[in-house]
């Protein structure tokens, strides 16, 4: 049988062996030569002194907003029945710096950091570095010819290493694979969850410091104030970072300095022996005196470290030693100056402890301070909003969320974008949290459930990515994964006390998400198994002969399906209801890999499928999950530059096929070199993928006949490049599956109601596949079907 016909199962072991032939073409994607330059020098680690501080300057602005805002309402929310005893004070201020000090300074910047996917971050960025280590993915889509893209970057480690059991512990059953993907999923919902919280807490204290200088205001007016900012930030994200980011920074770095130079002024004023709380002896103190008020209290402390996560989603566009430069230099110090400032006025002033950053400013910078304090908040709310996006694009490329539409904001970076649907879910979801508690005591609490929930996920992620990726001992995982879970079950431990004062918004949110998440993925797994279990035997079609047992009719078919292999079930529906076929037809399959981004110039995988005579043809789209499958009017053409080029690399490697160890589709021929002679079928195997070629068969004088193949192989070459030419000319048709799956009668109710309510409903709202790929609406074949799973 010819070497360019695909058998199911023979075809699997074939493009196993390399079977696949790889032909790339470039597509334009918007970076700026700036942006490649210091990626390349990133990934070189080479830089100088000057790049260094500009770059950990510009991270300012995009990492450290969040965590920066904190000292608005920590201590709010650590004593919110006011305090007791001036020395709770010390306590609770050596819990923040040991807090500080453990979970964003030890933990994030210096080892989760570490862990980045070529310097994207956040739980599906840990999860995809974890599919190219291990077998876990739930959608079986990858082929051999993946693991060759540049930036599918992988460690190898010894078969019977701790790394190797790990690896064979999670692939076995198909439960742990699906335990790991809603851990996954519950960390990102979580993170959705801060995007949320963190404009609500944020705007709401800046816009609270009205009501310290105006204390009869009613704070129904702090809260319509803050409200209209909140609409406003969310009204202008259509427009993108990119033309107002450059005051992000500047604005973060005047508030650090500021916040800084307060706490200096603040403990040289009230009270400097606040810094005793650098000893922990202070926290057994804090601890024993408040007893269990004390321990509820971590829900307020827990708010210090909020925004460690955005720093960790908000990784892509900077090297990791200037995060690191940042943090130590900038804002530790700050944060810490900020946060001892504060104790050092309460210690003298315990009845201002609602307002205490407000109180504790000199009254000569007071509204210069509560303007840089507004913009501080907004910025830290942009960088959690688009920590959101960004997120939740990777979960859309990984079959986790409805197809939603996706916005690229900025010509220079890839990385900035803007989803609608998700943008006015969460402006309705804060203005209602805002509204609906109108303090920060209960935004606090929910704040904190969510960004400790995010935490322990990416802990129990970061144990398998220390064995996998980084083949560290099985003591040091140990030791790291124990400190870990203590610090954040002790913090999550208080946080559950306040589940009823606001605690339960985000186990609600993240409720309702998971549910769209889980039901999306699980029908999407289900429609590509059933699609798998009905590809179309090669031998069926084969019989019908090159016409397909149709007239085939001038044009070229454009067949988008899931199937990356095989045939789908789809096209014998086509042929079976429809008289006619067009001459060529091309089998597009775009997919999504567990990398950030695949090279423009390796996006492409071209393979003939079946004789030559049935000009059928797959092309697979391949994407990481940073990429954006933008409308791109050149995605058609360089989809047929790909094709020719095929056809001319095909029929040129056929021309000169008289290697015994190569065919095309890296097949050995087994020629005996001895006699020069070998079996008829497998010559045939080798050679004969071409109609016009009579099969080779064995003679003394091969070479003389590969030789005459070769001349006839370049007419042939010609010939097939002018007949796809002139069915390009005639029209190109775009066919897509409208494919409807139902529930089985005899599946059991959760099923029914998640395949056939759930999931429908969610198809029925998301985006089109003719929308998403950009197909013109005159050229487009919808062929309908129900699988029934």
């Given at each position: 049988?010819?070497?360019?016909?695909?058998?199911?199962?023979?075809?699997?072991n074939?493009?196993?062996?390399?079977?696949?032939?790889?032909?790339?073409?470039?597509?334009?994607?918007p970076?700026?030569?700036?942006?490649?330059?210091?990626?390349?020098?990133y990934?070189?680690?080479?830089?100088?002194?000057?790049?260094?501080?500009?770059?950990?300057?510009?991270?300012?602005?995009?990492?450290?907003?969040?965590?920066?805002t904190?000292?608005?309402?920590?201590?709010?929310?650590?004593?919110?029945?006011?305090?007791?005893?001036?020395e709770?004070?010390?306590?609770?201020?050596?819990?923040?710096?040991?807090?500080?000090?453990?979970?964003?300074?030890?933990k994030?910047?210096?080892?989760?950091?570490r862990?980045?996917?070529?310097?994207?971050?956040?739980t599906?960025?840990?999860?995809?570095?974890?599919c190219?280590?291990?077998?876990?993915?739930?959608?079986?889509?990858?082929?051999?010819?993946?693991?060759?893209?540049?930036?599918?970057s992988?460690?190898?480690?010894?078969?019977?290493?701790?790394?190797?059991k790990?690896?064979?512990?999670?692939?076995?059953?198909?439960?742990?694979?699906?335990?790991?993907?809603?851990?996954?999923v519950?960390?990102?919902?979580?993170?959705?969850?801060?995007?949320?919280l963190?404009p609500?807490?944020?705007?709401?204290?800046?816009?609270?410091?009205i009501?310290?200088?105006?204390?009869?205001?009613?704070?129904?007016?702090?809260?319509?104030?803050?409200?209209?900012?909140?609409?406003g930030l969310?009204?202008?994200?259509?427009?993108?970072?990119?033309?107002?980011?450059?005051?992000?920074?500047?604005?973060?770095?005047?508030?650090?300095?500021?916040?800084?130079?307060?706490?200096?002024?603040?403990?040289?004023?009230?009270?400097?022996?606040?810094?005793?709380?650098?000893?922990?002896?202070?926290?057994?103190?804090?601890?024993?005196?408040?007893?269990?008020?004390?321990?509820?209290?971590?829900g307020?402390?827990?708010?210090?470290?909020?925004?460690?996560?955005?720093?960790?989603?908000?990784l892509?566009?900077?090297?990791?030693?200037?995060?690191?430069?940042?943090?130590?230099?900038?804002?530790?110090?700050?944060?810490?100056?900020?946060?001892?400032?504060?104790?050092?006025?309460?210690?003298?002033?315990?009845?201002?402890?609602?307002?205490?950053?407000?109180?504790?400013?000199?009254?000569?910078?007071?509204?210069?301070?509560?303007?840089?304090?507004t913009?501080?908040?907004i910025?830290?709310?942009?960088?959690?909003?688009?920590?959101?996006?960004?997120?939740?694009?990777?979960?859309?490329a990984?079959g986790?969320?409805?197809?939603?539409?996706?916005?690229?904001?900025s010509?220079?970076?890839?990385?900035?974008?803007?989803?609608?649907?998700?943008?006015?879910?969460?402006?309705?979801?804060?203005?209602?949290?805002?509204?609906?508690?109108?303090?920060?005591?209960?935004?606090?609490?929910?704040?904190?459930?969510?960004?400790?929930?995010?935490?322990?996920?990416?802990?129990?992620?970061?144990?398998?990515?220390?064995?996998?990726?980084?083949?560290?001992?099985?003591?040091v995982?140990?030791?790291?994964?124990?400190?870990?879970?203590?610090?954040?079950?002790?913090?999550?431990?208080?946080?559950?006390?306040k589940?009823?004062?606001?605690?339960?918004?985000?186990?609600?949110?993240?409720?309702?998400?998971?549910?769209?998440?889980?039901?999306?993925?699980?029908?999407?797994?289900?429609?590509?198994?059933?699609?798998?279990?009905?590809?179309?035997?090669?031998?069926?079609?084969?019989?019908?002969?090159?016409?397909?047992?149709l007239?085939?009719?001038?044009?070229?078919?454009?067949?988008?399906?899931?199937?990356?292999?095989?045939?789908?079930?789809?096209?014998?529906?086509?042929?079976?209801n429809?008289?006619?076929?067009?001459?060529?037809?091309?089998f597009?399959?775009?997919?999504?890999?567990?990398?950030?981004?695949?090279?423009?110039?390796?996006?492409?995988?071209?393979?003939?499928i079946g004789?030559?005579?049935?000009?059928?043809?797959?092309c697979?789209?391949?994407?990481?999950?940073?990429?954006?499958?933008?409308?791109?009017e050149?995605?058609?053409?360089?989809?047929f530059d790909?094709?020719?080029?095929?056809?001319?690399?095909?029929?040129?490697?056929?021309?000169?096929?008289?290697?015994?160890?190569?065919?095309?589709?890296?097949?050995?021929?087994?020629?005996?070199?001895?006699?020069?002679?070998?079996?008829?079928?497998?010559?045939?195997?080798?050679?004969?993928?071409?109609?016009?070629?009579?099969?080779v068969?064995?003679?003394?004088?091969?070479?003389?006949?590969?030789?005459?193949?070769?001349?006839?192989?370049g007419q042939?070459?010609?010939?097939?490049?002018?007949?796809?030419?002139?069915?390009?000319?005639?029209?190109?048709?775009?066919?897509l599956?409208?494919?409807?799956?139902?529930?089985?009668?005899?599946?059991?109710?959760?099923?029914?109601l998640?395949?056939?309510?759930?999931?429908?409903?969610?198809?029925?709202?998301?985006?089109?596949?003719?929308?998403?790929?950009?197909?013109?609406?005159?050229?487009?074949l919808?062929?309908?079907?129900?699988?029934?799973v």
């Open positions: 049988m010819a070497s360019g016909m695909e058998i199911d199962e023979e075809n699997n074939n493009e196993s062996k390399g079977g696949m032939w790889d032909l790339e073409q470039k597509l334009d994607q970076m700026d030569e700036e942006a490649g330059r210091l990626r390349n020098m990934r070189e680690k080479k830089f100088s002194t000057l790049l260094l501080l500009r770059l950990a300057y510009q991270s300012l602005g995009v990492v450290y907003g969040d965590l920066g904190s000292p608005l309402y920590v201590y709010n929310n650590t004593f919110p029945r006011g305090i007791d005893d001036p709770d004070v010390i306590g609770a201020l050596s819990l923040i710096i040991y807090s500080l000090t453990l979970i964003p300074l030890l994030y910047v210096f080892i989760v950091c862990a980045n996917d070529n310097g994207q971050g956040g599906f960025a840990l999860y995809s570095l974890l190219r280590h291990a077998k876990i993915n739930t959608i079986p889509n990858q082929h051999r010819t993946d693991e060759e893209l540049t930036t599918y992988r460690s190898t480690f010894h078969e019977h290493s701790f790394a190797a790990t690896k064979r512990w999670l692939e076995a059953y198909p439960f742990r694979k699906n335990a790991l993907l809603i851990l996954v519950v960390g990102t919902c979580m993170v959705i969850g801060d995007g949320i963190t609500a807490i944020s705007v709401l204290s800046a816009s609270g410091g009501k310290v200088d105006h204390p009869k205001m009613s704070n129904d007016v702090v809260v319509v104030v803050a409200v209209i900012i909140l609409v969310f009204s202008l994200q259509h427009y993108g970072t990119d033309r107002v980011g450059w005051l992000f920074a500047p604005v973060v770095l005047l508030w650090f300095l500021l916040v800084g130079g307060i706490g200096i002024y603040n403990i040289w004023k009230y009270d400097s022996s606040v810094l005793r709380a650098f000893s922990p002896v202070y926290i057994y103190r804090y601890f024993r005196r408040r007893k269990r008020d004390g321990w509820t209290s971590l307020g402390i827990m708010l210090s470290i909020t925004g460690t996560e955005a720093l960790f989603a908000d892509a566009h900077f090297p990791l030693s200037a995060i690191q430069l940042a943090f130590t230099v900038v804002c530790f110090p700050c944060l810490l100056l900020a946060y001892s400032g504060q104790a050092a006025y309460l210690m003298q002033n315990t009845d201002h402890v609602v307002d205490a950053f407000y109180r504790s400013i000199p009254e000569s910078i007071y509204w210069p301070v509560f303007v840089i304090a913009l501080a908040a910025v830290a709310s942009q960088a959690t909003i688009s920590a959101t996006f960004s997120i939740i694009k990777q979960a859309l990984l986790c969320f409805p197809r939603v539409k996706v916005v690229h904001t010509k220079k970076f890839l990385g900035q974008i803007y989803i609608p649907d998700i943008n006015w879910i969460l402006m309705v979801l804060c203005i209602a949290v805002t509204a609906g508690f109108k303090n920060q005591s209960q935004i606090g609490n929910a704040y904190g459930t969510a960004v400790v929930i995010v935490m322990l996920v990416t802990t129990l992620l970061m144990t398998l990515i220390m064995l996998l990726v980084w083949h560290c001992h099985w003591v995982v140990l030791i790291f994964t124990v400190l870990s879970l203590v610090v954040e079950c002790t913090y999550f431990s208080a946080v559950l006390f589940l009823d004062q606001g605690g339960w918004v985000p186990l609600v949110i993240a409720a309702a998400f998971l549910l769209i998440m889980y039901v999306w993925h699980y029908g999407t797994v289900k429609r590509y198994e059933f699609e798998m279990h009905s590809k179309v035997s090669m031998a069926w079609i084969l019989g019908l002969g090159p016409s397909l047992g007239v085939r009719v001038p044009g070229i078919g454009l067949v988008y399906t899931e199937l990356a292999s095989g045939v789908p079930h789809i096209f014998s529906h086509f042929i079976t429809l008289p006619a076929i067009h001459s060529v037809m091309v597009v399959c775009v997919k999504y890999l567990p990398v950030y981004t695949v090279p423009e110039d390796e996006r492409f995988l071209v393979k003939r004789p030559k005579n049935f000009h059928m043809f797959r697979v789209a391949r994407y990481g999950y940073k990429d954006l499958h933008k409308k791109d050149d995605f058609e053409k360089k989809l790909n094709l020719f080029m095929f056809v001319r690399l095909e029929s040129m490697m056929d021309g000169c096929s008289d290697s015994d160890e190569y065919s095309l589709y890296g097949q050995q021929t087994q020629h005996s070199r001895d006699n020069g002679s070998s079996s008829t079928a497998n010559i045939e195997l080798s050679y004969s993928s071409m109609d016009s070629i009579a099969p068969k064995s003679h003394p004088h091969g070479n003389n006949t590969i030789t005459s193949s070769g001349h006839e192989s042939t070459e010609v010939d097939e490049m002018e007949f796809l030419n002139s069915c390009r000319d005639a029209g190109v048709v775009h066919i599956g409208n494919t409807v799956i139902r529930a089985r009668r005899e599946s059991r109710f959760y099923k029914k998640a395949i056939d309510y759930i999931y429908a409903f969610l198809r029925k709202i998301c985006r089109e596949n003719s929308v998403i790929f950009n197909i013109p609406h005159e050229s487009l919808n062929v309908g079907q129900i699988f029934y």
